[in-house]
């Protein structure tokens, strides 16, 4: 029973340590996306909006409905924003990935922008994995 419970123990410590870092390396994506987003300024980012309005926009469906968060601005070698880190709503853990610029649109709704695509969950969730920086 002793040894039951020390294994355990050393599988929820582990646990544990893969949360802690997990947690750290969402951190430095969104302190990252931040500091980008502040020097990018005023800057038209892509799709008519600022790094910072595209940080702040949902990724929605044609219906509307939530897919999942901006979570960062990825860009090519040339500079040009090309991909957006998206964190998916749902799964748990959570799951980032990285959505292509190419062929999403804006919704204008109040003072919120948010972006849509043609994707459905089941899309977004074959999508591999975003990698996210080190923590």
């Keep these: 029973m002793k040894l039951l419970l020390i294994a355990a123990a050393g599988g929820l410590l ?15 994506l969104e302190n990252q996306a931040e500091a ?15 790094e910072r309005q595209l940080l702040d926009a949902d ?3 044609t219906s509307g409905a939530d897919l999942g968060d901006v979570e960062a601005v990825l860009r090519n070698a040339g500079g040009q ?3 957006l880190i998206v964190e998916v709503d749902g799964p748990d853990p959570e799951r980032y990935v990285e ?12 003072d ?19 990698t996210l920086p080190p923590a």
């Design 14 to 28: 582990s646990l544990s340590a893969c949360n802690d870092a997990q947690d750290r390396a969402e951190d430095q």
């Design 99 to 110: 959505v292509p610029i190419e062929g999403l649109t804006t919704r204008a709704q109040g």
């Design 81 to 83: 924003v090309d991909r």
């Design 36 to 50: 980008s987003a502040r020097q990018a300024g005023s800057t038209i980012a892509a799709l008519g909006l600022k």
């Design 59 to 61: 990724l929605i469906d």
């Design 112 to 130: 919120d922008t948010d972006l849509v695509t043609t994707m459905t969950s089941a899309d977004l969730g074959a999508l591999p994995a975003a």
